[in-house]
């Protein structure tokens, strides 16, 4: 794999330290309603939305316990280029609620279900943030065949939890102690949703932790609020929170595979206020190590650090995401080129 040696990563990084955190809002109204609810089994709906023409087709996941609109400052650009589709994963946004638990292989699953029922064919660009990262990934262990490139945005990884517990022995204890008390507060507020939120309460406060969200449009901001008080939502969210470090970091354990020569880019946040981007943390150091683990599972996997970014980068610096994106679509357009993806 042609990977850039620290030295020309520091120095790139640096140069970019000074990028302004985009400011822009996500304002596509066709974020604020289901697009093409999509028959996946069983009587299963999930809602896809895709934008533009061309192949290879975008596919975009989201991170735990959120949606498509997440996406709303990067799909549209990618779309002049290329097809490209979001979708709301079950019992999040429009779609039907989940009725299997949120494991990474469940999503995969589902997704692969999605894309040939709606007459999407493959091999596809799959992009993830954070879990949606995971999920991406397990598609991609799954269905190997299907899949043309990986942009990985921030991605959570399956090693992550049993390093930290490693580094820091207490944390093990620590986390079960309070996972058992949110999933007692998860299954309150699940409940409370059945009964009916009333806006203002105490619990409604507990429970509604999204409330508005200044990166979207008043419209689309009031109704991503809205959905949040969905019964189906917290479901889907307590089953994701318990699937993530468990079911589903087992799974992609098992199942992990090299990508042999799939044009690929994992980006990173800035982890550090230092010119380089650079941690200067052990949990910090954790993370940039993984993500070189997951850039070198593919002879052209590239690991990218992105100045001025939280965990969000699609939102706080967008072009580097769309950047990633269409490098990896051209590379895919193009798997002759004697040229990786650097």
């Known amino acids: 794999m042609r990977r850039a040696a620290v030295a020309l990563l520091l120095a790139a990084c640096a140069a970019g330290a000074h990028a302004a955190r985009s400011k822009a809002v996500v304002d596509d109204p066709a ?28 596919v975009f996941d989201a991170g735990l316990a959120n949606w498509s609109q997440i996406w709303g400052l990067v799909q549209p650009v990618v779309a002049r280029t290329t097809r490209a589709c979001s979708y709301d994963r079950a019992g999040l946004g429009f779609s039907d609620a989940a009725t299997r638990a949120g494991t990474s292989a469940n999503i995969a699953d589902d997704l692969h279900r999605l894309l040939h029922a709606a007459g999407i064919a493959p091999p596809y660009v799959l992009v993830g943030h954070s879990y949606g990262g995971m999920n991406v990934r397990m598609f ?4 190997r065949d299907e899949v043309a490139g990986l942009v990985l945005d921030d991605p959570s990884h399956e090693e992550h939890f049993l390093r930290v517990a490693r580094i820091y022995p207490e944390v093990r204890a620590i986390a079960a102690a309070e996972r058992a008390h949110g999933d007692r507060d998860a299954q309150a507020c699940i409940d409370a949703a059945r009964a009916g939120f009333v806006p203002g309460t105490r619990v409604f406060a507990q429970c509604v932790s999204g409330g508005s969200n200044p990166r979207y449009l008043d419209a689309i901001s009031a109704v991503y609020a809205r959905l949040q008080t969905q019964p189906s939502f917290l479901e889907a969210r307590l089953s994701e929170e318990q699937a993530f470090d468990g079911d589903s970091a087992a799974q992609l354990r098992l199942s992990r595979r090299g990508y042999g020569d799939l044009p690929m880019i994992v980006l990173t946040r800035a982890l550090s206020d230092l010119p380089s981007g650079l941690p200067v943390d052990e ?14 599972l593919s002879r052209r996997g590239v690991h990218r650090l992105v100045p001025e970014s939280s965990h969000d980068i699609h939102f706080d610096q967008p072009q580097a995401v769309i950047d990633a994106i269409l490098e990896v679509v051209a590379a895919a357009r193009n798997p002759a ?4 993806v650097d």
Do not use: I, M
């Not at 080129?337 to 990786?340: F, M, S, T």
């Open 31 to 58: 974020y604020a309603q289901p697009t093409r609810l999509v028959d996946v089994g069983d009587g299963r709906r999930l809602n896809l939305h895709c934008s533009g023409d061309g192949a290879p087709t975008v």
């Open 140 to 143: 991609a262990n799954l269905y």
């Open 283 to 296: 949990q910090g150091l954790l993370v940039y190590f993984l993500h070189e683990d997951l850039a070198g």
């Open 337 to 340: 080129g004697a040229r990786a």
